[in-house]
């Protein structure tokens, strides 16, 4: 079956504009993870959909970042006012159940602010 | 909070031959889960082995086996037989077993290299 897919999958943006980007999770997996990879570090947790319940945005970076999960299942995290520091792999993971114990990740979108 | 540690930036290994790519994490749960990933040029993250923690036996998974030394805090990798195509960045991760948000803390990966 189909795997997790992101878009786009390059993103090339001016400091200061606002981006989005898109996540397809597996067809009836209900949670749901983004994270955030920069240069030369490891994935850092962003935020967790988890069905219907409040999401656990902890590891949002700033109010300037926001996502949301519409339907239970695609997800798009939104970046306001993007400075060059966003520049990294925005990576979403998808997984079956709650406790279930693989993450099941997309291909990733490389964001570039200019 | 939990932190994953992977002290080795980049690693290097003959063909054929066997490599240790080394993690030490720090908690104070006793009920958790530990992973490898491995992530090409690709760029998609792929499971390779998981090990929990209140299992003792090491986990394998065909060439790739842990060591998990629990009081140590300790997880490393074991690569047997490594193949050209086993070069890769290698993750290293911990998820909490339950409770709260399950999201996963990484080490910031080691570079493998495998020369033929």
């Known amino acids: 079956g189909a795997g997790v897919s992101q878009s786009p999958s390059n993103k090339v943006t001016e400091k200061g504009k606002d981006v989005e980007l898109r996540c397809d999770p597996i067809?009836?997996?209900?949670?749901l993870y983004w994270y955030r990879q920069s240069l030369g570090q490891g994935l850092e947790f962003l935020i967790y959909?988890?069905?219907?319940?409040?999401?656990?945005k902890s590891g949002l970076p700033s109010d300037r970042f926001s996502a949301e999960r519409t339907g239970g299942s695609v997800s798009t995290l939104t970046i306001q006012r993007t400075q060059q520091e966003d520049s990294a792999v925005y990576l979403c993971?998808?997984?079956?159940?709650?406790?279930?114990?693989?993450?099941?990740f997309g291909p990733g979108t490389r964001l570039t602010v200019l | 909070a939990q932190t994953v540690t992977q002290s080795q930036p980049e690693m290097s290994v003959q063909e054929a031959e066997t490599v240790t790519l080394s993690c030490t994490y720090d908690?104070?749960?006793?009920?958790?889960?530990l992973f490898w990933y491995k992530q090409p040029p690709s760029r998609q993250m792929i499971l390779v082995i998981r090990?929990?923690?209140?299992?003792?036996q090491n986990a394998t998974e065909n060439r790739f086996s842990v060591n998990f030394q629990k009081a140590a805090k300790s997880f490393s990798l074991k690569i047997s037989d490594s193949q050209l195509g086993d070069a890769a960045m290698y993750f290293c991760?911990?998820?909490?077993?339950?409770?709260?948000?399950?999201?996963?803390?990484f080490g910031k990966g080691t570079k493998l290299t495998v020369n033929p």
């Open positions: 993971a998808s997984s079956r159940t709650r406790g279930s114990n693989e993450q099941f």
């Open positions: 908690t104070s749960e006793s009920d958790y889960y």
């Open positions: 090990q929990e923690a209140y299992k003792q």
């Open positions: 067809s009836g997996h209900t949670a």
């Open positions: 959909f988890q069905g219907n319940s409040a999401p656990d």
């Open positions: 991760a911990y998820r909490r077993s339950q409770g709260g948000s399950e999201k996963l803390v």
